[in-house]
């Protein structure tokens, strides 16, 4: 998947744990979006290689889709970058923040034909039908956006949400493609 949908997916698994009890905030929903790049820091030309100070040299040592698309890469960054948060907010929620953006970028990965093994130690590797780049994922990518459109009123409007729900799907729907819609048209 493209970092932009890794994002999206990042935050509407966040957005999802809100509906169970985590607190909102835009910190931790920015954490749940590095969290949802982190794991690509393996392949030398992603966003977040790119972009992190020093983001090129992991690719150098691991392959891509390999050792930090696995469950014990997200407990063993997630311990690392959630203690530093821990230290500057004095609070955990942005490293639990972090960690379900991460579970979220092996999920959407998981949806791809390549797949990914989810632990080092399993032989399971689970395959979808996106092809990344592709039209596919430009579906995946509307209907996640949409959803998390939809469900960030909800959290943050709940009355006014149910009792509108149709102009709240109707803004939701142009939202999506107001925010998207470059991204669609490089798909192939």
Known sequence: MMWYTHVVF???????AVLFGAPMSLINIGMAALGALMPDIDH???YISTKLPGGTVMPRFVEHRGATHTIEAAFLITALVGG???????????????????????????????GIKWSRFSSFHPRGKIRTGTRGEGLVLILVTFTTLVLFAYLLLPEETSRNLGWV????????FAIIGKKLKRLK
Do not use: C, E, N, Q
């Open 169 to 176: 799907m109707l803004m939701a729907l142009i939202a999506t």
């Open 10 to 16: 990042g935050v509407l698994f966040y957005l999802i």
């Open 84 to 114: 530093l948060a821990y230290w500057i907010t004095d609070s955990y929620w942005p490293g639990i923040a972090f960690f379900i953006g991460y579970i979220s970028h092996l999920f959407a990965d998981t949806l791809t034909v390549s």
């Open 44 to 46: 030398p030309k992603s």
